[in-house]
């Protein structure tokens, strides 16, 4: 049986998390027809359906904003994760936005000969394995996945012998289920950390492992830098920000806890790592009433059934691991020719600013680890990009749209 060629299309976006639909919305704003496809049953899934209940915004809600909408003044400064999912429920319908849900991308790839984009999509609503997947040929293809596509689990010795429950970070969702039990954290960025602040006030014993350097801010910090990343250069603000931290964090090493001789700005720029975001969970790790519950350990040696051995000989039995270790892309998996776009690591292969856009019509879209306001960056650019291309190809779409 033949594929089934559904439609020829200007734009094929791939996604509809906060990528997808920006570029999706700026697109309508042009007139520019594009087609979202989702592979999950509704917008934004990451954020619905694989996120802790008390996850908020980190950066103020100025820095937080998709293209074409702001947040309005009522809303709170640092949103909670449901004001946002509002925000982009509110903003799917606003712009007519219309993502296919449930439609699997299995493979996208560029046919010189008719110097297209063939993407072959998959409705996982149909059951029958003999229908075949549809076929959709486009002038320019955006990937809207994200960097989060997919949890990392990472190898270490003898977990598939632990006898207590493992799961991911994306899977957790309240430490309520936890309680009285001895928890292990592994992974100290934002995730983890919240996460055993979230298992630390829900009354289990949680413990974190720290294995690379870090930098610890507050959310009020962190805020005055990006305000002043506007007017003056990196080194200038992170003295300035590493001179507030000073004040708060300056015993952390006590703790086991090593910042980058690098500022917190531009060792994001150099690493890809963001600052911790404190909200509570250095307050728990130097509380003594506290201490015996929650301690920071160094790397992991090997698991052996509930005991854990730790890289400085220590041992310590718990009931649970939680895998606060991040997430990857599989772009690669269904994007056969991916080489115009990313390297072998699923990251754009032109350098920031221009690692947005790729060879043959093939865009990314919030893959340089800049959050919400590097996918508003993005998505204007491409969808700018686009339209101006089409007004170049083709003069009577252009004249149709003035």
Known sequence: MENNVFENASVVIVGAGPSGIATSALLNSM???NIVFEREDCCASLWKKRSYDRLSLHLAKNFCSLPLMPHPFSTATFMSKDT??????EYVSRFNVNPHYCHNVESAFYEEADKKWKVEVKNTRVTDKEV???????DFLVVATGENSQAIIPELPGLETFNGKVIHASDYKC???FKDKSV?????????????NDLSENGAHASIVVRSQLHV????????GMILLNFLPVNMVDRFVSFLAMFRYSDLPIYGIRQPAEGPFFYKTLTGKTPVIDRGTIKKIRSQKIKIYRQVFPGIEKIHNNIVEFKNGALQRFDAIVLATGYRSVAHNWLKDYK??????DKPKNKYPNHWKGEKG????????????????????VAEDIYQLLMAQKPTYAARMV
Do not use: H, W
Not at 84 to 89: A, G, L, P, V
Not at 132 to 138: F, K, L, R, S
């Open 184 to 196: 292990l954290v592994i992974g100290c960025g934002n995730s983890g950390m919240e996460i055993s």
């Open 175 to 177: 430490g309520a289920s």
């Open 31 to 33: 007139s520019v027809p």
């Open 362 to 381: 093939v865009y990314c879209v919030g893959f340089t680890g800049r959050g919400i306001q590097g996918i508003s960056s993005d998505s204007k650019a």
């Open 132 to 138: 075949c997947p549809q076929v959709y040929y486009a």
């Open 84 to 89: 946002f999912i509002s925000y982009m429920d």
């Open 340 to 345: 115009f776009i990313f390297n072998e690591d």
């Open 217 to 224: 801010l507050s959310r009020e910090i962190v805020r005055i």
